[in-house]
């Protein structure tokens, strides 16, 4: 019985991971550096009657483990509709984050990743998680020992005890 509730659980994960990953691509990003800004541009190809969530994050190639999400940004960033289109981003360096940028070795990962309508929790949530207690409890109901295969005498085995003064 420890298969099948095991089975219930990985499809129920299974159905809730794919939900959770949507189509997310990488787009290759070019960027100047003029006045303590710098200029990233970027375009994707895509719907351009969707919403996409632009995120980026500055990366170095000699480093694997830099990532930098840079603070003030402003132009074609965020949600909207990018798609399409030749799009700016213009990120206003702050002095620290100057600091960290010594070398050439930077390319900047961004990434639109499109928006689905309906959030909410999916119908199929709900049926997972009837599957997973009615499984459960199968499993809890159909699992116990009958009362002939205990070890332990009958409770009328004992003598009764002595009458009192």
Do not use: H
């Amino acid at each position: 019985m420890t298969k099948i509730s095991f089975k219930i659980l990985f499809c129920f994960t299974v159905l809730i991971l794919s939900r959770a990953i949507t189509a997310q691509e990488k787009i290759q990003a070019n960027f100047d550096y003029s006045e303590g800004k710098i200029f990233i541009y970027y375009e994707f190809k895509g719907d351009y009657a969707k919403e996409y969530e632009i995120g980026i994050v500055l990366k170095r190639t000699s480093d694997s483990r830099f990532n930098l999400v840079p603070e003030d940004l402003s132009g074609d960033i965020g949600t909207g509709n990018f798609a399409n289109k030749k799009c700016r981003i213009v990120w206003t360096l702050l002095p620290d984050e100057e600091a960290m940028l010594d070398g050439e070795d930077f390319y900047f990962d961004v990434t639109a990743k499109e928006i689905v309508e309906g959030g909410g929790v999916p119908w199929y949530v709900f049926v997972g998680g009837a599957a997973l207690v009615g499984g459960t409890a199968a499993v809890l109901v159909l699992g116990k020992k009958s009362s002939s295969d205990s070890s332990t005498p009958p409770v009328s085995s004992f003598p009764t005890p002595p009458n009192r003064p």
